[in-house]
């Protein structure tokens, strides 16, 4: 979720600090090995490693109860190998992370919320490549799986791109959430491309109903959500190459491909008769209270495209999978671009090499290194060899399915931009879009800003 300037402004305010502990240092595992759906087998194999007297101390940017979640993870390592793994959970990692590589006190792993970060490191050769193989690995294991190896590869400090990156743990983006009392009663079916989107949602205007929900406020972080949807438009009308040239600013953001995105979210927000209280209403009204109208008895709006936190502002007693569901926000079947997903995650990274480290970052390839956080909550991964029978909560289990159907992952590209664009001038331009201005106005201000920092 596009909230990070609200963690990054807590952590600020707050007393940079770590807190540390050893995984599970009562040596209790979650889950019983032998029990259950596990994949025991891939947990049996991690004995073959004798890490007994070697310690692995890593630094993420979890606390509180996902610190104790990773630690659980974490747990299964040490049972299995004996090694020691520290992990230290920082409220203001980045920093944090900068300064104790620079200083030469790295630790042996880093947890990066965000990969441009780690880019960053390893550019500067604060990074080591990940063993060899891992890219292979990752495209035979990985659902789009080439995905993977790019978001991870970065350029080292001899110019040449290398993988220095293994995501674990991800989030998705690409879903549309609605009422599905609300589509019964209509005889609406849940869509399955684009083009049965958009039919859905003329027949719902030519029944006299309002479609979409759509909220762009938030504070100082207003037009945020603007720019999901024109990241998921860019996916579904451009090659994942091209999105990648317009992160990185090597498609100009002026580009007519670039304002065709635009455009496309335009279509649906600037469409007096597709949205709740009119296209007017949509840069004014607050992101938070934007769903509501899905709960609304009529229903003010039948869809709302957000991504996997949006229940938090739902009406308190909902209950998503019976009261509210979401489905894969679709492609275009005539672009035959595959299923793109848009999203986030962590990326983790070697900052101080080692064998154990190498051995650590070899367990997260295995299933259960993933099943035993898919059993208790939160978690999403794109690794084809999960038993996904482990998933308790059926709502998390369905967006997993999504991940695992993808044929293209990308970042959420404005995290990846300088800040002044992402987190800037893209909020403000999207702002202005849907307040009428034109497409290439919007987009040529945006490019002579990028062109300002260069």
């Known amino acids: 979720m596009k909230l990070g300037f609200y963690a990054s402004a807590?952590?600020?305010?707050?007393?940079?600090?770590?807190?540390?502990?050893?995984?599970?240092?009562?040596?209790?595992?979650?889950?019983?090995?032998?029990?259950?759906?596990?994949?025991?087998?891939?947990?049996?194999?991690?004995?073959?490693?004798?890490?007994?007297?070697?310690?692995?101390?890593?630094?993420?940017?979890?606390?509180?109860?996902?610190?104790?979640?990773v630690e659980s993870v974490i747990a299964y390592f040490e049972e299995a190998t004996g090694a020691e793994v520290e992990y230290s959970g920082s409220d203001s990692f980045e920093q944090q992370i900068v300064i104790d590589t620079e200083a030469g006190s790295a630790p042996n792993i880093a947890v990066f919320p965000q990969p441009g970060l780690a880019a960053d490191l390893a550019a500067k050769g604060l990074l080591s490549p990940l063993p060899d193989g891992t890219a292979d690995w990752l495209r035979e294991n990985y659902a789009a799986g080439d995905s993977w190896v790019d978001l991870g590869t970065f350029e080292g400090p001899d110019g040449n791109d290398a993988l220095y990156g293994f995501f674990y743990k991800v989030d998705v983006k690409s879903?549309?959430?609605?009422?599905?009392?609300?589509?019964?009663?209509?005889?609406?079916?849940?869509?399955?491309?684009?083009?049965?989107?958009?039919?859905?949602?003329?027949?719902?205007?030519?029944?006299?109903?309002?479609?979409?929900?759509?909220?762009?406020?938030?504070?100082?972080?207003?037009?945020?959500?603007?720019?999901?949807?024109?990241?998921?438009?860019?996916?579904?009308?451009?090659?994942?190459?091209?999105?990648?040239?317009?992160?990185?600013?090597?498609?100009?953001?002026?580009?007519?491909?670039?304002?065709?995105?635009?455009?496309?979210?335009?279509?649906?927000?600037?469409?007096d008769d597709y949205v709740s209280g009119g296209a007017g209403a949509v840069a004014t009204t607050d992101f938070r209270d934007s769903p509501q109208g899905l709960f609304a008895s009529p229903p003010q709006c039948y869809m709302h495209r957000q991504a996997s936190f949006i229940p938090t502002f739902f009406p308190d007693g909902t209950e998503v999978g019976l009261d509210a569901d979401f489905f894969y926000f679709p492609a275009y079947a005539e672009k035959d671009l595959g299923k793109p997903v848009l999203g986030a995650g962590t990326v983790w990274g070697i900052t101080k090499d080692s064998e154990a480290a190498q051995a650590f970052m070899d367990f997260l390839k295995t299933p259960i290194a993933h099943e035993v956080w898919m059993a208790q909550r939160g978690f999403l991964t794109p690794h084809t060899g999960v038993n996904t029978e482990v998933y308790t909560d059926p709502t998390v289990a369905k967006m997993n399915d999504i991940l695992l159907n993808a044929d293209t992952f990308r970042f959420d590209g404005s995290d990846l931009m300088p800040g002044a664009i992402g987190a800037g001038v893209f909020w403000t331009g999207m702002v202005d879009y849907a307040g009428g201005k034109d497409a290439g106005e919007v987009a040529s201000s945006i490019q002579s800003t990028w062109d300002s920092i260069k």
Not at 212 to 231: K, M, N, Q, R, Y
């Open 175 to 271: 879903l549309v959430w609605y009422v599905p009392e609300n589509f019964e009663d209509a005889g609406y079916d849940v869509p399955e491309t684009m083009e049965d989107l958009k039919a859905l949602s003329d027949q719902i205007v030519q029944d006299g109903e309002v479609p979409w929900c759509i909220g762009l406020g938030s504070g100082g972080a207003t037009g945020w959500p603007a720019t999901d949807w024109v990241e998921d438009m860019m996916l579904r009308i451009n090659t994942p190459e091209e999105y990648d040239a317009w992160v990185s600013n090597e498609l100009p953001f002026d580009d007519p491909k670039v304002i065709a995105a635009i455009e496309e979210f335009g279509a649906f927000a600037r469409n």
């Open 10 to 69: 807590a952590a600020m305010a707050l007393t940079a600090g770590l807190t540390a502990g050893t995984a599970q240092a009562d040596g209790h595992l979650k889950f019983a090995p032998g029990e259950g759906a596990f994949s025991w087998d891939s947990y049996e194999s991690l004995k073959a490693q004798e890490l007994s007297g070697q310690k692995v101390t890593i630094i993420g940017p979890w606390l509180g109860p996902d610190k104790e979640l």
